[in-house]
């Protein structure tokens, strides 16, 4: 930590002041001294600090449990104050969309300072690591996956897989139905017989629905769809259009008429590695 920030931070109390029975009586109802309530805010403060740039996180480890001891933090506040500082160091280092190394590493340190597990990153702040591997392919950043299902061509790299759900534009038609001849007596014995319409089906709009469900794989050259019923492949020399939405990625291809529409739980970060591995084969 620096000086400036060192001295301009209270101390920490060694204990609380507040003694004998009324304060017995306060920490079992849950209430908090003076003191303790300063520690807390100071707690929160320390762990907000490390997401500033030049932080001192040794330091700043040893101190926010110092600060977290002498408050009498518990799990559910301690949890709520290290989110919140985490995810006040990523939106710090990506504001820019783009992770180095460098602040990656910093990232790194303030989980590990803040005591966060990788458990507790993967249950409470998957929004914060999603923001992380977008920037991170944004910057050119793509690692090789340590498993994957797809049977890589030789010396193909793949680098991240996805379940993934094909999307179909379905018709709707509904029946209209026609109307029934009218006959008409000119003469005894004789009448006449106007034409009749039969029903039929008309389009009246269309409709998204899932066609099949399979695994999305982004490698070095391409992107593979290998699906229950069907399979498609995108290699990135031929791949002319990619529409983003909200759920959804459509891919389109020169050598294929028709694009192909897949439904993901978080289609921008595929969008960004299929434009990270283009841009870097191209």
């Known amino acids: 930590m620096t000086d400036s920030l060192e001295g301009a931070l209270p101390a920490i109390p ?8 009324a304060a017995k009586l306060k920490r079992a109802l849950g209430m908090r ?8 805010a100071l707690f929160r403060e320390l762990a907000l600090a490390t997401a500033q740039p030049g ?7 040893q101190q926010i449990e110092q600060a977290s001891i002498a408050g009498r933090v518990d799990e559910k506040q301690r949890q709520k104050v290290q989110l919140e500082a985490f995810r006040a160091a990523v939106a710090l280092i990506v504001a820019d969309d783009l992770v180095t190394e460098d602040e990656e ?13 990788n458990e507790m990153l993967n249950q409470k702040a998957m929004p914060e690591l999603y923001s992380i591997m977008i920037a991170r392919a944004n910057a050119g950043r793509l690692e090789p996956a340590k498993e994957h299902e797809l049977m890589a ?37 004789v009448r006449i017989n106007t034409g009749q319409t039969r029903g039929r089906m008309v389009p009246v709009g269309t409709q998204i629905q899932p066609a ?19 399979t498609f492949e995108f290699k990135y020399d031929k791949l002319v259009g990619v529409h983003l939405y909200d759920d959804a990625l ?17 289609p921008d970060v595929i969008a960004a590695l299929i434009n990270s591995a283009a841009t870097k084969t191209g």
Request: no cysteine; net charge negative; glycine share 10%.
């Open 14 to 21: 060694a204990q609380p002041a507040t003694s004998g029975f």
């Open 33 to 40: 001294s003076a003191d303790e309530k300063q520690a807390v």
């Open 55 to 61: 932080a001192d996180i040794e330091a700043l480890t």
């Open 105 to 117: 590493e910093i990232i790194n340190g303030t989980a590990e300072a803040l005591g966060i597990s």
């Open 153 to 189: 061509q030789p010396g193909e790299v793949v680098y991240f897989e996805a379940v993934a759900t094909l999307l179909k534009e379905v018709v709707i038609k509904e029946y209209r139905g026609g109307y029934a001849g009218v006959s008409f007596k000119v003469a005894k014995g």
């Open 212 to 230: 099949d469900a399979g695994i999305f794989s982004i490698t070095d050259r391409r992107a593979v769809y290998a699906g229950q019923r069907k």
């Open 250 to 266: 459509t891919l389109q291809v020169s050598n294929r008429q028709t694009p192909s529409t897949f439904e993901f739980d978080r």
